[in-house]
């Protein structure tokens, strides 16, 4: 298995399902023809059983062996993650990106966790619109966490200042979101590449 096949197999394990046009643009975008790269690389890589599909939409959804499964409610969520994550490479490459990453019981629960710009980010993708409570609690694990500290030993963090992320909500409405310890961010999702 070449480098790229690895790459694709390791994207689709971190984003849990991708498109063949996710696909084209982070793993062929240097090609002349990075659509038609891509349909040889993911028919390749399903005929060797390295990776499955699911052809109930227009657009193929393709998933790691093994991953989710194909009929998840949750497919529409991942695609927007990785949507969120070809707008900020477009702009500049992420040093870190990490889908869903755990904290613990409790904590915050992040969509994302990335490093981008030089600034840590915890990434909320709102695809429905909460009540302001769901949102306050959702904001009262982020408090939580801030104030317990534990944050400051993330491997991730420089060793002569310690940063809190900052919580960016990308969704369809702006939630009231006042009076909290750390700074929050609330942008539409097709607002990211005017950042």
């Not at 070449?2 to 399902?17: H, P, V, Y």
């Not at 090609?31 to 790269?37: E, F, G, I, S, Y």
Request: one cysteine or more; proline letters at 6%.
């Amino acid at each position: 298995m070449i480098a790229r096949d690895r790459a694709i197999i390791s994207d689709l394990e971190r984003f849990r399902c991708l498109t063949r046009d996710d696909v084209a643009e982070l793993h062929f975008a240097g090609l002349r023809d990075p659509v038609k790269a891509a349909n040889a690389a993911l028919l390749r890589l399903r005929r060797d059983g390295r990776i499955a599909v699911s052809r109930a939409r227009r657009k193929y959804i393709y998933f790691p062996v093994p991953g989710i499964k194909k009929d998840s409610a949750k497919i529409d969520h991942f695609l927007a993650i990785v949507d969120f994550y070809r707008q900020l490479r477009r702009i500049e490459e992420p040093r870190r990106f990490e889908v869903e990453p755990k904290y613990g019981k409790g904590r915050p629960e992040p969509d994302v966790f990335t490093i981008w710009k030089g600034v840590p980010w915890f990434v909320e993708i709102q695809r429905t619109v909460y009540s302001d409570k769901v949102m306050s609690q959702k904001l009262d694990r982020y408090e939580a966490y801030f104030h317990s500290g534990e944050w400051e030993r993330e491997p991730w963090q420089p060793r002569e200042k310690k940063y809190f992320p900052y919580v960016w909500i990308l969704g369809a409405v702006n939630y009231r979101v006042h009076g909290r310890s750390f700074r929050i961010l609330q942008t539409k999702v097709e607002d990211v590449c005017k950042m």
